[in-house]
């Protein structure tokens, strides 16, 4: 009786230390959980503040909206971590519980355990693997914050406006209308057109003959004027100015004239429209004709039978 005692405290004594290891280890990995949860919050908050190289001489208003965008994308990406560490955490508290509990447990299923890893990877090597770049491809985005939601971007065929970017795809929507969801995974060069500034670079053709110093001229007061008109003033980061005279493309019919001029981010497109009417229309009131292509016709007639020919050449009469 007394050793049946004993045996019963012994395994008492026991199933207590493993108990209490077992808490012990799950309360270090609950712990360890919510310091790095804390960490990658004050990270992404700090580098929500940091201002990115070109926003420090944005208007106030764009560079908050900058760093809305930024820390909306940040908290995405800290949700994404939170919850993959979650899971993470949970399943090695089940795991440790398991080998502390029952070390034969694991022992038993130790080729079960072996096999089943072999065939997760291949599911994901084999049938998973498009997912996972996605997500991957997704989170880096996310980090790196090549775009931003209402950008105007060029990415894997699509040209548009972004309207949702997420861990595994990217919502764009192109000028006609037409929404594009594009796998983060499918995206390996993002062309932002509205970050930090943009150029408009216009060329203008004159025609041959033209006094390209007296064109300069005209172009150069044409862009001081538009840089001083009150309703754009604003949108320049740098007035429209004559850079020079390039060299004409082949096929080119006059010879180019480049103005270029920066602007605030998105304005590119509205500015070079505007800039290109009061352009043309300085040329024009100057009486400086722009160069247009010409089209040469030929039209091939029948030709003469040879012997018709040398018959009218025969009783033909010359003085």
């Known amino acids: 009786m007394q050793d049946l005692l004993d045996r019963i405290a012994a395994a008492l004594v026991a199933g207590g230390e493993r108990l209490f ?4 280890a799950i309360i270090v990995l609950f712990v360890a ?8 919050r004050r990270v992404a908050d700090g580098a929500a503040a940091a201002p990115l190289p070109g926003e420090a001489g944005l208007p106030a208003e764009d560079r908050a909206l900058q760093v809305a965008a930024r820390r909306r994308r940040l908290d995405t990406l800290v949700l994404f971590a939170t919850k993959l560490g979650r899971v993470v955490v949970v399943a090695a508290a089940v795991l440790v519980a ?4 029952v ?12 096999a089943l890893g072999v065939a997760v990877g291949g599911a994901i090597g084999f049938g998973a693997q498009q997912l996972v770049r996605d997500y991957l491809n997704g989170i880096l985005i996310l980090g790196e914050n090549p775009f931003s939601v209402g950008d105007v971007v060029a990415l894997a065929g699509v040209r548009g406006t972004v309207e949702e970017v997420g861990l595994r795809r990217t919502i764009v929507r192109d000028g006609d209308g037409t929404l594009h969801s594009v796998p983060n995974g499918a995206i390996a060069v993002a062309s932002n057109f509205t970050r930090t500034f943009a150029r408009v670079n216009e060329r203008f053709s004159m025609a041959a003959g033209t006094d390209i110093e007296r064109a300069v001229a005209v172009l150069a007061d044409a862009c001081a004027a538009f840089a001083d008109e009150e309703a754009w003033r604003g949108r320049f980061l740098e007035p429209p100015r004559v850079l020079g005279i390039e060299a004409a493309a082949a096929g080119e019919p006059g010879i180019p004239i480049l103005v270029s001029a920066t602007v605030r981010p998105g304005e590119q497109w509205e500015v070079a429209g505007a800039l290109r009417r009061r352009a043309i229309e300085a040329l024009r009131a100057a009486g400086i004709d722009l160069a247009l292509g010409r089209t040469l016709l030929v039209a091939a007639g029948r030709r003469p039978d040879p012997a018709i020919a040398a018959e009218a050449e025969g009783g033909a009469e010359f003085t």
């Open 103 to 114: 070390p034969e447990l694991i022992a038993a299923l130790g080729a079960l355990g072996v």
């Open 98 to 101: 398991i080998a502390i509990l």
């Open 21 to 24: 290891a077992t808490a012990l």
């Open 33 to 40: 959980y919510r310091v790095g949860v804390a960490i990658a």
